[in-house]
């Protein structure tokens, strides 16, 4: 029969899959020789169990022979204190407390005192000599169970304490006597008997059972379902259920509550950190209901209790070599240990706290490396509210998608537009996005919601367009009519009033809160002066030991030589993907222009031989920037039709043209190609490598100007390495084509320059069809890059300026997949795709060397899985090549391990 009860002594910190979080991590104290109040752990098991067996609305049953467990292991711990549960004497009273794998704060309330009634609250009374601690106890344990047990609004409860006091002019709860709890014990019974129809169970081991049926139910509870869905905890874990020894915070002001960390969680620094409460029990100490001390204190209060709790703290982090939190609790000048697990810490503490443990060798840098991710490298590298300034915070939502953002609020998208091209800054406020906000998404510094979480419509675009965004602000009163919000205090903010707005934070404020740059961002930038901060000396140090452990490369994505310089301070070895679209906008536009009305081979001819010169000038400066490392350039993708005027645009002008009788030929000429070119789907339009075989001066005069511009590079002392990338190959007979044409030119090139230039073509893999002919197109590629962002495309049939806005929201929400694809790479699917490519690809040509250009390139799941597969290199933007630098790292230190 399956075991589903385990003595603190049996279990360790390992087991958190099946004593739970706080489980497993008593049963390691316990062991450690830690003072922690005796009692067991019914495991996820029997919680698994139990819910399995619940009916649509019918709760379930306990599993077959756990009732009989947990006797065996009351009496063993009734044994051990020598008090039985409830007995009305001397009675043993346990705490009954949920846990489980994951913390999830918020999902049950922890009922204290369990096994105290009418009977024994006199027992506890006596054997403490202490009536009113006996009856502060009880009238505890009638709210907690009340509350979390029986469903009752805990409001019932807290207005009947207030109004007790408020009735005999008590300032806080420590000024109510024994008297006073006593009759409040008979307002709470009356409570629970008026809202439930029957009476407080008396019987302990119902209470107790009663409880636990109560843990197992919270797993399924709306807000833990809300809270596993944001956070991606699986649902299917369930929770484990901590039955212990109680220990009493509330007998006198030798005792008391109180919670530490073993360094700063906020800032990384070391020192004792934490609060204490005398005379309080639980939760009292976080709860606010009076001012707790800072735990420095407790030296002066009980020196006793406080030297010991500062050796445990030490032993503590020496043993789980991390930053541990700590819930404590005094009895009489005795100290008590009841929870420990590694603590949650901010960014920066994180990269501070690495450092400084393997600095005191608990842990080896790799080690350190992992402790740390690339998203809280991110968050550091964004610029921030200068924490020195004034500022008033009208409400904190959700921390969509980060970034400081300031601007005017304004309610609708054609406000945002019509403002934003007036050269305004806009925040777009609304209730909730739809794909109707679109527009005023795209144009506005930030996006703030009041209502929604992180896989709200508003949440899922803006992060896909990298804007700033707090979602699920709800207590800001949206009215989009009117144009305003209103906060709880009455704060009013109306169209046109400044707000700012923190997406790393979730906090919005009123007015302008200056922004400054993020140290870090400095440090990386070259400011040596930044490096005398500690958070960026530790960043430093762990950066060097990512650099030195990783195998994957990182280059940038950089269409600029000023994007190009700049990912080189920040570390790139080299551009992954440069687009030469823009070369053609601006007023370079005209041009293309020429190029697609031509009539003639001259006519053409002549269009590109323009192109050319201001082509080979922007390689040339970005070769410069790069000097001596790879730039992969990519030859014109987008369908030709980009770059020419819109069709209603066009077609007005001439209308109006017309009607006044002087219609300029050039513009007729244009409508005309505007509407042969027009295409249903351009995404799989005449886009790409295709451009090159239907035109192919097109692609050749780029080859030229990028072989030209390396030509004069290297004629100028340089050490240019260009990479010639055709984009959107999906059989090897377009590469072949369109490469015999770049090689013939390269060799031309040659001549007339009189010089050797290092070049390669390759192409990128972005077609589920490349990618399953990879060992063909490799015959003909020297490297591959995978286009990520397209092959999600191409893989899922999706568009994604049209799916992200219109249905991902509704996808996620559904759970249809855990996170947008354009995100974090479809391992299944995409993933694939990319193994089977890099594979026969490969096969034909072992040294071929493989990158990603796709924005997956930067996200940190997504490296993880390109180190898997044995890529050369990632390439990102700019900003984000110091986080894949430290995710690459981070995957190989992990595959080492492993
Ligand atoms: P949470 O998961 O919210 O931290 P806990 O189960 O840790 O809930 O308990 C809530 C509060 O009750 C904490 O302050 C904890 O220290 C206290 N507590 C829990 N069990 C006992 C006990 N046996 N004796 C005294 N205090 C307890
Ligand atoms: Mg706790
Ligand atoms: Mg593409």
Not at 648 to 675: F, H, I, Y
Request: glycine share 10%; aromatic share 6%; hydrophobic share 40%.
């Amino acid at each position: 029969m399956t075991k589903y009860v385990y003595d603190f002594s049996e279990g360790s910190k390992d087991q958190k899959d099946l004593l739970g979080g706080k489980g497993a991590n008593l049963a390691e104290m316990s062991n450690m020789g830690l003072p922690v109040p005796p009692g067991f752990t019914i495991s996820t098991e029997a919680c698994r169990a139990y819910l399995g067996s619940a009916g649509e609305g019918q709760p379930g049953t306990m599993p077959e022979g756990l009732e009989e467990e947990v006797t065996e292991h009351l009496e063993a711990l009734e044994q051990a204190m020598g008090r039985k549960l409830g007995e009305p004497d001397d009675p043993l009273l346990v705490s009954v407390r949920s846990g489980a794998k994951f913390s999830m704060p918020g999902m049950m309330e922890t009922v204290l005192n369990v096994g105290l009634n009418d009977r024994s609250v006199e027992g506890l009374a006596k054997q403490a000599g202490d009536e009113r601690f006996a009856w502060d106890s009880y009238r505890r344990l009638l709210a907690m169970f009340g509350k979390t047990v029986l469903g009752i609004d805990g409001e019932l409860f807290e207005g009947a304490l207030d109004g007790l006091k408020e009735e005999v002019g008590a300032e806080s709860d420590l000024d109510l006597d024994a008297e006073r709890l006593r009759a409040l014990v008979e307002t709470y019974k009356g409570i629970i008997e008026e809202q439930c129809g029957e009476p407080f169970p008396q019987d302990p081991r119902a209470q107790l059972d009663q409880a636990v049926a109560a843990v197992f139910d919270s797993w399924n509870t709306e807000r833990a379902v809300l809270y596993r869905r944001q956070e991606r905890i699986p649902g299917d874990l369930g929770t484990a259920v901590n039955v212990c020894s109680m220990v009493f915070g509330n007998c006198g002001m030798d005792s008391g509550t109180g919670v530490a960390f073993t360094r700063d969680p906020a800032s990384g620094a070391q020192g004792v950190y934490g609060d204490y409460l005398q005379n309080a029990q639980g939760e009292d100490v976080v709860a606010g209901i009076r001012n707790t001390v800072p735990l420095a204190e407790l030296e002066k209060l009980d020196k006793k209790s406080y030297d010991e709790l500062m050796e445990i703290m030490q032993r503590l982090e020496e043993h789980y070599r991390d930053l541990c939190d700590i819930e404590f609790t005094v009895e009489r000048g005795k100290l008590w240990m009841l929870q420990t697990r590694v603590g949650k810490r901010t960014p920066a503490a994180a990269f501070r706290i690495a450092v400084q443990l393997a600095d005191q060798g608990l842990i080896t840098m790799d080690e350190a490396l992992e402790r740390v991710t690339g998203a809280q490298l991110a968050q550091l590298m964004f610029p921030q509210f200068d924490p020195k300034a004034e500022r008033k915070l009208l409400a904190k939502g959700m921390n969509a998608s980060p970034g400081a953002a300031v601007g005017k609020a304004v309610f609708d998208s054609a406000t945002a537009v019509e403002w934003a091209e007036r050269g305004e800054q806009v925040i777009l406020v609304r209730r909730e996005t739809n794909p109707d906000d679109l527009h005023g998404m795209v144009v506005a510094a930030g996006i703030l919601t009041s209502r929604g979480g992180k896989t709200s419509h508003a949440a899922v675009v803006a992060r896909g367009m990298g804007r700033t965004c707090v979602c699920g602000a709800d207590d800001l009163d949206v009215d989009v009519r009117v144009g305003e919000f209103r906060t709880p205090d009455g704060t009013e903010v109306h169209e046109g009033d400044v707000i700012s707005i923190d997406g790393t934070t979730g906090e919005v404020f009123l007015g302008d809160v200056p922004v400054i740059d993020s140290k870090v961002v400095r440090w990386f930038e070259g400011d040596e002066d930044a490096a005398d901060d500690e958070l960026v000396a530790a960043v430093a140090r762990i950066m060097e030991h990512a650099d030195a452990a990783r195998r994957l490369g990182v280059r940038a994505n950089a269409d600029t030589p000023g994007d190009a310089a700049r990912s080189r301070r920040f570390g790139a070895q080299g551009i992954g993907l440069c687009r030469t679209e823009h070369m053609f906008l601006g007023d370079r536009r005209e041009l293309v222009e020429r190029l697609i009305l031509a009539d003639s081979d001259e006519e053409q001819e002549a269009a590109l031989s323009a192109l050319l010169p201001l082509q080979r000038q922007d390689f040339e400066e970005i070769l410069e920037a790069m000097d001596g490392l790879p730039v992969t350039i990519r030859l014109i993708d987008p369908p030709l039709h980009e770059f020419l005027p819109g069709f209603t645009e066009l077609s007005m002008k001439v209308a109006v043209a017309e009607a006044a009788g002087k219609p300029s030929k050039r513009d007729v000429r244009l409508l005309a190609a505007v509407r042969r070119m027009h295409e249903e789907n351009p995404m799989l339009g005449l886009r790409g490598v295709r451009l090159g075989v239907v035109i192919p001066g097109l692609f050749t005069m780029q080859a030229r100007a990028i072989l030209e511009a390396a030509a004069a590079r290297i004629k100028a002392g340089g050490d240019p390495c260009p990479e010639i990338m055709i984009p959107l190959v999906a059989t090897v007979q377009e590469l072949e084509l369109v490469k015999a044409d770049v090689v013939e030119v390269a060799g031309a090139v040659e001549d007339e320059q009189g010089v050797k230039i290092p070049f390669k073509v390759g192409t990128m893999i972005e077609l589920p069809r490349a990618a399953m002919t990879a060992d063909e197109i490799a015959e003909s590629a020297e490297f591959f890059s995978f286009g990520t962002n397209d092959l999600t495309q191409m893989t899922w049939g999706f568009s994604r300026d049209d799916v992200e806005a219109a249905f991902f929201s509704t996808y996620l929400e559904k759970g249809i997949f855990g996170v947008s694809p354009f995100e974090t790479l479809d391992r299944q699917g995409v993933g694939a795709l990319v193994r089977v490519a890099a594979e026969r690809g490969r096969r034909t040509r072992p040294d071929l060397h493989l990158g990603v250009c796709g924005e997956h390139g930067g996200d940190p799941d997504s490296i993880h899985f390109f180190e898997e597969v044995g890529l050369d290199y990632v390439s990102c933007s700019p900003f984000r090549v110091p986080v894949a630098r430290l995710e690459a790292g981070r995957a190989a230190a992990a595959a080492k391990a492993d």
